[in-house]
């Protein structure tokens, strides 16, 4: 059978929504599905690992690469800055692999606009809801919680935009709707070119 090329999945969704969670399951059932490692200027959560959850960067060191033209997009999100870095992103686009994103909604338009891809909005239940994950994950101190719920409104806002919502109410539900939606995209006819003439055809010698 022939093979596809890499899909690129986009998941956005407010801080405390639960895009860590659900992409992290998908990633473990399906190895096939690359991620997208992003640098930011945020310090480091207890448990995150440089190079495996982000590349932690300094100001000056994002800047530098930003003017570079090192990031495929970039943005300034609660206060810190994010960016997804072009070489690791085009090399496995290049090897066949889906890649999986998880970045903020100014991103995910960047994004869209240059190389397209799924773009996936998660939904909180509630904004209460979203508040007591954010209490709960526990990780971040009071001011910066207060400053990602103040700005869930305005993420939300985007969501029309998207072309996928999926409510993140029961996890395993949530989680059942995401790996709906990337294994029915990665059937869609543009990412399997060689597939009906490897049907009617036979596969290429
Ligand atoms: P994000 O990556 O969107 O900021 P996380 O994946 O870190 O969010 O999830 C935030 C918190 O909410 C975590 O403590 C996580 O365990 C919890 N959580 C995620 N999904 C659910 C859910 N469906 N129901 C209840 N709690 C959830
Ligand atoms: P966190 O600090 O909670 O890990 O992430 C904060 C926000 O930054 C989330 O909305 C996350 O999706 C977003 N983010 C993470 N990496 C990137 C990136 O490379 N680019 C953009 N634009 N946003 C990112």
């Known amino acids: ?22 992409t992290a399951r998908l990633r473990a059932e399906f ?16 448990g995150e690992v440089d190079g495996r959850d982000y590349h932690f960067l300094d100001q000056a060191e994002f800047l530098r690469r930003r003017e570079a033209g090192f990031f495929a997009e970039w943005a300034e999100v609660h206060g810190n800055c994010y960016g997804t870095p072009r ?13 999986l994103f998880d970045i903020d909604v100014q991103g995910a338009a960047q994004l869209r606009a240059s190389m397209g891809g ?16 954010l209490l709960g994950r526990a990780s971040d101190d009071q ?8 700005n869930a409104p305005g993420e939300l806002a985007c ?15 949530a989680y059942d ?29």
């Open 1 to 22: 059978m022939s093979s596809r090329l890499g899909l690129m999945l986009v998941i956005c969704a407010p801080s405390g929504t639960g895009k860590s969670t659900l």
């Open 31 to 46: 190895p096939r599905l690359g991620y997208s490692v992003s640098c930011t200027t945020r310090a480091p959560r207890p």
């Open 87 to 99: 070489q690791a992103l085009a090399d496995m686009l290049a090897a066949g692999r889906d890649v």
């Open 118 to 133: 799924c773009h996936v909005f998660l939904l909180p239940p509630s904004l209460a809801a979203l508040r007591a994950r």
């Open 143 to 150: 001011a910066v919680i207060q400053k990602r719920l103040a």
């Open 159 to 173: 969501a029309p935009g998207f072309d996928y919502w999926i409510v993140n109410d029961d996890l395993d539900a």
């Open 177 to 205: 709707r995401l790996r709906a939606v990337y294994v029915a995209e990665g059937l869609r006819p543009a990412l399997n070119p060689g597939l009906l003439d490897a049907v009617v055809h036979g596969p290429a010698a």
